[in-house]
Nanobody, 123 residues
């Protein structure tokens, strides 16, 4: 079992930056891939980025490439999402997820979720 808790969301102007953090408890965290998803009202969770547990390889959604960076620190049981050049369309609740049993860009593949943190980008 892994418990996840996101923090770092808030209100930022377009063009600004935010760093989201995901704190995990549970000794298996370091053995799981970790991803970030986001969700806006009335829509399903949208894949943002993923980082592997072993080689720290990463993949990003097209909209995130060049603007967002996912990272993790297995010694501290944490993951992060550094977001820059934010746009109003990045406004969403951002979720951290761990342990995928299917394709990484599908929300239904992930077994553990945090409660989410709101990111609002003003124009």
């Amino acid at each position: 079992q892994v418990w996840l808790s996101e923090s770092g969301g808030g209100l930022v102007q377009a063009g600004g930056s935010l760093r989201l953090s995901c704190a995990a408890s549970g000794r298996m965290f370091s053995s799981y891939s970790v991803a970030w998803f986001r969700q806006t009202p009335g829509k399903g969770r949208e894949f943002v980025a993923v980082i592997n547990w072993n080689d720290f390889g990463t993949n990003y959604a097209e909209f995130a490439k060049g603007r967002f960076t996912i990272a993790r620190n297995n010694a501290e049981n944490t993951a992060s999402l550094q977001m820059s050049s934010l746009k109003p369309e990045d406004t969403a609740v951002y979720y951290c997820a761990a342990y995928a049993t299917g394709h990484y860009d599908r929300a239904e593949s992930w077994n553990y979720w945090g409660q989410g943190t709101q990111v609002t980008v003003s124009s």
